[in-house]
């Protein structure tokens, strides 16, 4: 595996839940920070959230108190728990080191859309 893999992603309505996940490629060093990124159509791709090896988070504001990432070292996965979904959440959420390399492994991403 060279490249990320997002999963989880769908279709929810406003005020729901979703929890997306990610296979990290064998390639990265375990305790590597790692980010969950998304990109609205139209728009650059934006930081959501960030882990450090040891497991410290943070957020983008826009998400704070509504999004969780956490990270499992050992089966190189991390995931992101999204809870109070909101339409503007909507976007193709993607998962990469941080902060993120010019040369970054891109995955295809997972897209999530919420209704109003």
């Known amino acids: 595996q060279v490249q990320f893999v997002e999963s989880g992603g769908g279709l929810v309505q406003s005020g729901g839940s979703l929890t997306l996940s990610c296979a990290v490629p064998?390639?990265?060093?375990?305790?590597?920070?790692l980010g969950w990124y998304r990109q609205a159509s139209g728009k650059q791709r934006d930081l959501v959230a960030s882990?450090?090896?040891?497991?410290?988070?943070n957020y983008a504001d826009s998400v704070k108190g509504r999004f969780t990432i956490s990270r499992d070292n050992a089966k190189n996965t991390v995931s992101l728990q999204m809870s109070s979904l909101k339409p503007e959440d909507t976007a193709v959420y993607y998962c990469?080191?941080?902060?993120?390399?010019?040369?970054?492994?891109w995955g295809q991403g997972t897209q999530v859309t919420v209704s109003s």
């Open positions: 990469a080191t941080y902060p993120a390399s010019p040369f970054e492994r």
């Open positions: 064998g390639i990265i060093f375990r305790m590597h920070p």
């Open positions: 882990i450090s090896g040891d497991g410290r988070a």
